[in-house]
């Protein structure tokens, strides 16, 4: 399988990355280990709070989030990792039963003058539930591989 | 146990939030559900890359950093949730064994125009490792309810 490398893509370029389904006991099961906050983890308590019942760990969605980049993108691509994310905002609540298609659009992509085998992506993620709402949105920096000549 | 509300908090205000050791186990189980990266899940990948051996997804050092906020904070705290998070950086490869003492700083304290009972909290978290390499830093914006009259 042939791999991607930086001159793979381009600024505007949308790619998708497929969708998934998040089920209520893994909510639970994140939430009890990383974010245990009653609306989390209690589903009387969620539903007596603004949510009205168990929402995901925004952390959970990124994560989710991350698996579809591995398996639709990185695995694919070749990768040097990323040094970090920016402007996380979870739009909307991500609900048991919810499925959250993942898409990316390339903003930049920047060849790198210090490393001159390998360029800069700067992309945007998002994540859309089933009624067509964006519930998560994200920017990151992503080092990628140039093609060698 | 008297609650801490969005007037207990003040800029330049530092509160600890304890110490986390994480095992090669939950590394490992943390990324093959989210970030199944060779450098990740893979031991003699990992250890033919640059990382030199099997590093924590940075996703799992956020929510190992989320979880220290809940107990620390969070679960003590009138909390109104976070619309984001900002400037997340992986600065450091956080390994098996590695124990993370996480800490927050307060940078602003704004009174909601929109909402009288509640406030924005602007933070800075850190995690450091035993060596005090800072390992990841990021920015959040938080709600907090403001102290009944």
């Known amino acids: 399988m042939s791999r991607l490398y930086f001159e793979d893509f381009h600024p505007g370029q949308v790619i998708e990355l497929g969708t998934r389904t998040v089920t209520e006991a893994e909510i639970l099961d994140f939430a009890r280990q990383f974010d245990p906050q009653l609306f989390h983890v209690d589903r009387d308590a969620a539903a007596a ?3 009205g019942g168990i929402v995901a760990s925004g ?3 990124c994560s989710l989030l991350m698996r579809q980049i591995v398996d639709e993108l990185l695995s ?3 990768s040097h990792g990323s ?3 920016d402007e996380i905002r979870w ?3 991500v609900r048991p039963g919810d499925t959250l298609r993942m898409s990316m659009r390339v903003t930049e992509a920047i060849p790198s003058k210090s490393r001159p085998d390998r360029g800069v992506l700067k992309c945007e993620y ?3 539930n089933q009624h067509g709402e964006a519930v998560v949105t994200m ?3 992503g080092m990628f591989g140039r093609r060698p000549q």
């Open 59 to 61: 952390w959970h969605t």
């Open 91 to 93: 739009l909307k609540p």
């Open 139 to 141: 920017k990151t920096l």
């Open 126 to 128: 998002q994540g859309v």
């Open 76 to 78: 694919r691509s070749v």
């Open 49 to 51: 709070s603004h949510f």
């Open 83 to 85: 040094p970090g994310v």
